[in-house]
């Protein structure tokens, strides 16, 4: 490790930016959420109040032993007294737990709202940001941050409320008893103050590297251990190569948390010192008093127990900065993520569609995964700070539908100065109940296509038009149950077969589910389970097969009866047969909806009513498949090369 070097760079980056100022700003969204429970925090902040005061009645007790009790040998005030000290735990006892019961709801209270906030947010994000940002970093937030946060509500701050009440009314109390005695122990501890915070300022940056190291370690662990990336793992013989970089991330939190126990040892070494000289203070100077007749034997054993009370807040107090820094930290990352601009949202008057006919509509549409919305562009240039993922997005298929989960992305990083849009100038339209097919060489737009449909992205000029209304016009949620898409890679939730076929259509019955599973030749597999529908798929539905996956994604889209299905490479996983008959169970569905279609094998799609064949974005072929083999363009040479024989991959891809 070179922890030298990299506290050298650490500290070299810790600029001399006001913390005070976004300390603040974070502070007060924090309150945005603590303003409900106001209430609750002035309940918590008198039940402190009333615990610090008994706990100031014990050396007092003992002063009035020593100094009357034991000379009168008064055995009624002996008894009193003995019960008084009895009395005082079980009272201290109970007001704590009031106090930790309103403390940890309401603490608890406020990360439920902050946790649901953000997934709220996070959800309505566009694909920019789901495509650009690891699966385990966004885990990260929501666990890894939320819990850091979750510690300064619950654990820092009434920390923080106890100590301040409890250090001012034990010095109230001292300066009664002897201000002589007080007033030099406290000298000592001004020097305190501008340590902690200078140490405060140096703990931000590396708490902030710590968590980033953090979530990077939890997103190659969930990268390369799930079924997927084990599986290639082992395919490639590549178990080495990720035990070194597993132990390169792993090496970097332990390098920063090294830095961060030895300056937290620091702070509180510093203190011991400073407390061990009060202490050496009180004890020469109260003694000396004591020899000069100005103060009594039982108002400096007072002194010594109250001596607890002064240090332990003024420690805690100590340790604010450095504390609060930790959890300021985790708010602002999550706060980051709740301030990334919505891309895709409903303008103020929406169009409800209860129902569409399916007419589906491009006019001069062109669109570029590197034209960020000027919305989001502005945001990133007022927050150069912020850790921005969504600034670079490569084009690729997505493969992200209604019912259907995120599927692996093709990332294509631009040329400078040379990166072409993904779709340019494509006009179309498709009408009621019509399957219209979108063939092309691999990148040729078809998955934009898709994604536009559906609107994961807008375009970046030009507008789409679904029944007359444009996409943007329509409410999110009518649009969403207009469509129902298959994709090649079908994903599935770990969960049991039936939740899976109802995510699509909650309310269905169970006669429906089973009609549809017939319809998708998922009956006689089902009836082999154990457990029928309810069998459990495994994550990502990894307990079925490639073909089974693909039957529950079909029987799905059956179930939710769509007046736009999109087919993405939808039997792609399904031999020649199956995929006869999984054809033959939609057509009901291609008759009453408009369908579009993306097929590898061309005979898939040579019945379709009509064919878009695209080239680099655009539009270059419409037509039937008899008229286009006819016109001896590109569709014709994709036909050739695929039904002639063996030819490169590189050049008969049309995915």
Request: with cysteine; aromatic share 8%; glycine share 8%.
């Amino acid at each position: 490790m070179h922890i030298r070097r990299g506290w050298r760079a650490v500290v070299g980056n810790t600029t001399t930016r006001s913390l005070r100022s976004v300390d603040r700003a974070t502070v007060g969204r924090v309150w945005s959420f603590a303003k409900p429970h106001g209430a609750g925090i002035a309940l918590v902040l008198l039940v402190v109040t009333a615990q610090s005061l008994i706990g100031l009645l014990p050396p007092l007790f003992y002063r009035h032993f020593i100094d009357t009790i034991l000379p009168d040998k008064d055995l009624r005030l002996l008894v009193t007294f003995s019960a008084y000290l009895l009395a005082l735990p079980v009272a201290t006892v109970l007001l704590g737990l009031v106090q930790q019961l309103l403390i940890v709801r309401i603490g608890e209270t406020l990360v439920y709202d902050l946790r649901n906030a953000m997934f709220d947010h996070v959800q309505q994000l566009s694909m920019r940001f789901f495509t650009s940002t690891r699966a385990g970093e966004i885990v990260a937030r929501f666990t890894q941050d939320v819990e850091g946060a979750r510690r300064m509500l619950t654990g820092t701050l009434p920390q923080l409320m106890t100590a301040f009440v409890t250090l001012v009314s034990t010095l109230v109390v001292m300066m009664q008893l002897e201000w002589r005695l007080t007033l030099p122990g406290l000298l000592l501890f001004p020097a305190l103050w501008p340590f902690a915070w200078w140490m405060a300022r140096i703990l931000r940056p590396i708490h902030h590297k710590t968590m980033e190291h953090n979530a990077n370690l939890s997103s190659m662990v969930n990268e390369t251990l799930s079924v997927n990336g084990a599986s290639l793992m082992k395919l490639f013989g590549q178990q080495a190569g990720a035990g070194r970089q597993f132990r390169s991330l792993a090496d970097l939190v332990r390098e920063f948390r090294i830095r961060l126990g030895v300056l937290s040892y620091w702070l509180t070494s510093s203190m011991g010192i400073l407390s061990g000289l009060g202490t050496a203070l009180f004890y020469g100077l109260g003694g000396w008093l004591v020899f000069e007749g100005r103060m009594t034997e039982g108002t400096i054993v007072a002194f010594v127990a109250y001596l607890p009370r002064l240090y332990q807040p003024i420690s805690m107090i100590s340790h604010v900065p450095t504390e609060t820094i930790q959890g300021v930290v985790s708010f602002e990352r999550v706060f980051a993520y709740m301030d990334q601009p919505v891309e895709i949202k409903e303008r103020p008057e929406v169009v409800d569609l209860p129902g569409a006919s399916g007419r589906l509509e491009f006019r001069d549409v062109t669109f570029d995964y590197h034209a960020l919305p000027d919305e989001i562009r502005a945001w990133q240039e007022a927050n150069p700070e912020q850790e921005a993922p969504v600034r670079t997005m490569g084009r690729g298929r997505l493969g992200l539908g209604q019912l259907q989960g995120p599927t692996p992305t093709r990332h294509r990083e631009p040329s400078a100065g040379q990166a072409p849009p993904a779709l340019q100038d494509l006009s179309f339209t498709v009408e009621p109940g019509h399957m219209v097919a979108l063939v092309g060489l691999s990148g040729a737009g078809k998955s934009t296509v898709i994604n536009l449909v559906m609107r994961l992205y807008d375009p970046t000029r030009g507008c789409i038009l679904l029944d007359g209304h444009d996409l943007r016009d329509l409410s999110l949620q009518s649009l969403s149950r207009c469509i129902g898409m298959v994709t090649q890679h079908a994903y599935l939730f770990h969960d049991s077969l039936r939740a899976n076929l109802l995510y699509a259509r909650p309310e269905a019955s169970d006669e429906q589910v089973q009609d549809v599973c017939e319809r998708a030749q998922l009956k006689e597999f089902i009836d082999g389970l154990p457990d029928g529908l309810d069998t459990v798929v495994g994550e990502r539905g990894y307990r079925l097969s490639g073909g089974e996956q693909q039957r529950v994604s079909i029987a799905r889209v059956l179930l939710k009866q769509p007046s736009l299905l999109i087919l993405d490479e939808a039997t792609s996983h399904l031999d020649s047969h199956s995929e006869y008959l999984l054809q033959h169970a939609l057509e009901p569905l291609f008759a009453d909806s408009t369908s579009l279609v993306i097929a590898h094998r061309l005979s898939t799609v040579r019945n379709a009513d009509t064919i878009l064949v695209l080239d680099k974005g655009r539009l270059v072929e419409v037509g039937s498949h008899d008229d286009l083999v006819r016109d001896q363009g590109l569709y014709s040479h994709l036909c050739a090369l695929q039904f002639r024989g063996p030819t490169p991959a590189a050049s008969i891809s049309v995915t």
